[in-house]
Nanobody
Framework: QVQLVESGGGLVQAGDSLRLACAAS????????MGWFRQAPGKEREFVAA????????NYADSVRGRFTITRDMAKNTMYLQMNSLEPEDTAVYYC?????????????????????WGQGTQVTVSS
């Protein structure tokens, strides 16, 4: 089992920055990929970014590419999402996810069903 705990959400203004963190514990040695998803009210959960632990490759949703950066601290088993130039459209609950399945960083990472561990979510609200 893997436990994930997110932190760092909050209320900011458009153009501001936030950094989310996701601390992983438990059987982390089996993790293949970790990712961030978000869900806005009335919308489906959508992919934001992913980090493949085995080769440090990353991928992003088009809507956040160039503004968000996903990184990993191996020593702390923690993944981060640095979010810059935030927009009101970024308002959502952000979820950290992890999977022990073998993932394709350019294909299968996009689908929430491929992740078998999830955090509780952290709210990000961007005011205009």
């Amino acid at each position: 089992q893997v436990q994930l705990v997110e932190s760092g959400g909050g209320l900011v203004q458009a153009g501001d920055s936030l950094r989310l963190a996701c601390a992983a514990s438990g059987h982390t040695a089996g993790i293949n990929t970790m990712g961030w998803f978000r869900q806005a009210p009335g919308k489906e959960r959508e992919f934001v970014a992913a980090y493949k632990w085995s080769d440090d490759r990353t991928n992003y949703a088009d809507s956040v590419r160039g503004r968000f950066t996903i990184t990993r601290d191996m020593a702390k088993n923690t993944m981060y999402l640095q979010m810059n130039s935030l927009e009101p459209e970024d308002t959502a609950v952000y979820y950290c996810a992890a999977t022990t399945r073998r993932m394709n960083i350019y294909a299968t990472v996009y689908y929430a069903s491929n992740y078998n561990y999830w955090g509780q979510g952290t709210q990000v609200t961007v005011s205009s």
